[in-house]
């Protein structure tokens, strides 16, 4: 039975848990304030989840998610993550990130910053671009007619097949977006981005968080990746 590694406990991080473990899955997560913190959650999650240190997420992982505020990304143990499939699920916020001024003037995607700072990872960018309530609402047995898919970019071809087939486990079909480099197509404000998952397209931005999820299929995020125009990152301000 594969083991998931999961460094951060946050909203997104505890959805693809709950996805996991329901798919049969093993689970071990991780967080910055410690094992004991997480007694809650994993109880929650049931016998197959256990709750570690970032090492032992990353040390007994078959792939790691890694769902932290992209600040923190840098601070990771060298080495950490080298030989690991790495489903990276970072966003560019500056006001939580501060600002960043390779990603503000578009020298990089913020995916192609992440692999800098992770360069012995198997890399990919997932679950970046989707609602964390809507990861669990959303997701369906593989050949559902109403399956939703997930974009995810990668330089690493094997490494995308592998992700492909843990995030199909999870209960979604995947989107091929190609290289890091054009990983933009379905970071924040993009065509490929939340808005991509909503019943309701027209729904306000104030209501997003208890929004309706619909079905969005692979071929509703292709044409999505496909239309979209790159984002000036320096006028983010959230």
């Known amino acids: 039975m594969p083991t998931l590694g999961i460094i951060g406990s946050g909203n997104i991080g505890s959805a693809v848990a709950r996805l996991a473990v329901a798919a049969g899955m093993n ?3 991780a967080n910055s304030r410690g094992p ?3 007694a ?3 109880a929650e999650l049931g016998p197959l989840a256990t709750a570690g240190t970032v090492n032992d997420a990353a040390a007994r992982g078959d792939a790691v998610v890694l769902s932290i505020p992209l600040k ?3 601070n990771l143990p060298d080495g950490l993550l080298d030989g690991k499939i790495v489903l990276d699920t970072s966003n560019y916020y500056p ?3 501060g600002r960043i001024a390779a990603l503000d003037d578009s020298s990089v995607t913020t995916s192609e910053l992440v692999q800098s700072w992770l360069p012995g990872a198997q890399y990919v960018k997932a679950f970046n671009n989707i609602l964390a309530h809507h990861i669990p609402l959303l997701a ?3 050949g559902a007619a109403d399956r939703s898919a997930l974009p995810i970019a990668s330089d690493d071809e094997s490494a995308k097949a592998e992700a492909a087939a843990l995030i199909d486990a999870l209960g979604y079909d995947v989107a091929d977006a190609g290289t890091v480099a054009e990983s933009w197509r379905f970071e924040p404000d993009s065509a490929g981005y939340t808005r991509l998952y909503l019943a309701d397209a027209s729904t306000p931005d104030d209501q997003l968080m208890s929004s309706v999820p619909g079905t969005t299929p692979k071929e509703k995020v292709r ?3 496909a239309s979209a125009t790159r984002v000036n ?3 983010r301000v959230f």
């Open 140 to 142: 369906r047995p593989s």
């Open 40 to 42: 809650d959650l994993v």
């Open 27 to 29: 689970v071990v997560i």
């Open 223 to 225: 044409s999505a990746l």
């Open 72 to 74: 923190a990304v840098s």
């Open 95 to 97: 006001s939580r990130d």
């Open 36 to 38: 004991e913190s997480l």
């Open 233 to 235: 990152v320096a006028d």
